[in-house]
C-alpha cells in the first residue's frame, strides 16, 4: 500500500504503486527502505501470513492516538466559519488558511450582528442583525491554535461553535467555530450581513492560479462534494477530495469515486 508520488513510475495503464510493487519484487527485501527513501511516497507492506507491517519513509508519516497517517489532512477534523480578514482571498487568508481545506461559502443559520469599524466584529447576540455570511474551512488542531493567537482567543475575540448553513447544490448545516468580540450595541450601531473580499493577491483554486482579483465564487465551489454523503457508510459532511477525482471518507475510511457520490444535479 502506497500514498504520496512516486516520480517516474506509472503510465495510463498502471498506476505508480503497481510500478513500484513490481520493482520492489525485483529488489532484495533489506534494500527496499533504502530504494524507497529516495522517493517523496509514504509506502507500506504487509506480510498476510505472519500477519505483520513494515512502514517506510516514517519520518514523513503523523502519529496521533497510536494511529500512524499517511496525510495529514485527515486530522483536518475541525470546521471554522471566517467573516473578515481570513475570508478567501482576504489578507490574513494566505498567512493562516492558504493550507486549510475550502469547503465554501455559507451563512450562519442565525442572525448575528456584524459590525464594521475598520476590522469586523461579530457580537454573540443571536437573533440580531443578519445572517452573517461566512467561509468555511477545515482546519488541523494546530491551524486552530495558529488562529486562536491572531484573534486573542479568549480575551478578546472568543471562539464558539454555532450551526452554519454551506453548500451550493446541497445545502447542509455543520457546526462551525466562529469568533465573537464583546463590542458595545446602540441604537445608531449599524448591522451589515458581510465583510468584502478584496482579494488583492493571485491565489490557487485547486485547478490553477486564479487572475488578479477574480471572485472564486464565479467558480464551482467545492463543497456539493466535500459535504456529499458517503455511499459506503451513510455519514454525511464526510469526503476530501484528492484532487484527482477520488474522494476519501473520514468516517469509514474508504475510497470514493466521483461517479459513486450520491449527491444529484
Request: proline residues 3%; charged residues 25%; glycine residues 8%.
Amino acid at each position: 500500500m502506497q500514498n504520496g508520488t512516486i516520480s517516474g513510475y506509472g503510465n495510463n495503464n498502471m498506476t505508480d504503486t503497481e510500478d513500484m510493487a513490481i520493482t520492489l519484487d525485483m529488489v532484495k527485501r533489506d534494500r527496499w527502505a533504502e530504494w524507497l527513501s529516495a522517493y517523496d511516497c509514504r509506502f507500506v507492506t504487509v506480510n498476510t501470513k505472519t500477519k505483520t507491517y513494515q512502514i517506510y519513509n516514517k519520518e514523513d508519516w503523523i502519529r496521533k492516538d497510536g494511529v500512524w497517517y499517511s496525510k495529514g489532512n485527515v486530522l483536518a477534523t475541525n470546521y471554522i466559519a471566517v467573516y473578515g480578514t481570513l475570508r478567501h482571498g482576504n489578507s490574513n487568508y494566505y498567512h493562516y488558511l492558504y493550507d486549510a481545506k475550502y469547503i465554501g461559502q455559507g451563512q450562519t443559520k442565525d442572525k448575528y450582528p456584524l459590525l464594521i469599524e475598520g476590522l469586523p466584529y461579530v457580537v454573540d447576540k443571536k437573533g440580531t442583525g443578519h445572517n452573517v455570511t461566512v467561509d468555511v474551512f477545515r482546519v488541523t488542531d494546530e491551524q486552530l491554535r495558529e488562529i486562536d493567537g491572531l484573534e486573542g482567543h479568549p480575551d478578546w475575540y472568543c471562539r464558539k461553535e454555532i450551526p452554519i448553513t454551506v453548500g451550493v447544490k446541497k445545502k447542509r448545516t455543520i457546526k462551525c467555530w466562529l469568533y465573537f468580540n464583546p463590542k458595545p450595541i446602540t441604537n445608531d450601531t449599524v448591522f451589515h450581513k458581510e465583510y468584502p473580499v478584496t482579494r488583492t493577491y493571485g491565489s490557487w483554486n485547486g485547478r490553477g492560479w486564479d487572475d488578479w482579483g477574480q471572485d472564486l465564487y464565479d467558480v464551482k465551489q467545492e463543497d456539493d462534494y466535500a459535504l456529499a454523503d458517503c455511499p459506503t457508510c451513510e455519514a454525511e459532511g464526510c469526503l476530501d477530495n484528492d484532487g484527482y477525482g477520488t474522494y476519501y471518507c473520514h468516517s469509514c475510511g474508504d475510497w470514493i469515486t466521483e461517479n459513486e457520490l450520491s449527491w444529484q444535479e
